[in-house]
């Protein structure tokens, strides 16, 4: 079955980096996109960024452009999203989650437990 | 960017009724080539990840009880629980896909009467 694993998350200082892995079991991994979305402490959901199964094009919330960057290695099952230039803002429980397809315009349908990310100095 | 806008913020239903959670999106999410409207539901119970519900704007996802129902199109959707059970306690978000960002409503916190 479809299995999603974040790792990564922690306390980090305001203007460090941090990157999130996500490794992927139960499916064909380059067939489909990939999603992060990310909820702040008593906050609603929102949708951070989105690569395409291929890797060939991949989204980004305005909140977060230019700072995150999200890539996968499809050799390896992996989701990733590098994160620089961390604010407090940032400090959230991050989920990776499996697209609907392999194009980047679609749902998430299975969602992995989430990491916790804490920026704070 | 595309805002949706969920209504209400909270909802207090009695169990075995109805329940009905409305979304607006700020722009047509009706992509015309392929008559699909790019509109997602999902339940979020706390200590857990999201959960999907309903994918264009209709489709129920494999496993999801009948029980939860969308409709609408073009800007305008909704969710329906025909008859609430204690387990639907959450939050529920809708969430736009046709364009980036790919914007979530506010959230909608359904609770028992």
């Known amino acids: 079955q479809v299995q999603l694993v974040e790792s990564g998350g922690g306390v980090v200082q305001p203007g460090r980096s941090l990157r999130l892995s996500c490794a992927a079991y139960g499916f064909t991994f380059s067939s489909y996109g990939m999603h992060w979305v990310r909820q702040a402490p008593g906050k609603g959901l929102e949708w951070v960024s989105v690569?395409?199964?291929?890797?060939?094009?991949?989204f980004y919330a305005d909140s977060v452009k230019g700072r995150f960057t999200i890539s996968r290695d499809n050799s390896k099952n992996t989701l990733y999203l590098q994160m620089n230039s961390l604010r407090a803002e940032d400090t959230a429980v991050y989920y990776c989650?499996?697209?609907?397809?392999?194009?980047?315009?679609?749902?998430?349908?299975?969602w992995g437990q989430g990491t916790l990310v804490t920026v704070s100095s | 960017d595309i805002v949706m806008t969920q209504s209400p913020d909270s909802l207090a239903v009695s169990l075995g009724e109805r329940a009905t959670i409305n979304c607006k999106s700020s722009r047509n999410v009706l992509y015309s080539s392929n008559n699909k409207n790019y509109l997602a539901w999902y339940q979020h119970k706390p200590g857990q990840p999201p959960r999907l519900l309903i994918y264009w704007a209709s489709t129920r996802e494999s496993g999801v009880p009948d029980r939860f129902s969308g409709s609408g199109s073009g800007t305008d959707f909704t969710l329906t629980i025909s008859s609430l059970q204690a387990e639907d306690v959450a939050v529920y978000y809708c969430q736009q896909y046709y364009s980036s960002p790919f914007t979530f409503g506010q959230g909608t916190k359904l609770e028992i009467k």
């Open positions: 690569i395409s199964g291929a890797g060939s094009n991949s």
């Open positions: 989650a499996k697209g609907g397809s392999s194009s980047s315009w679609d749902r998430a349908d299975y």
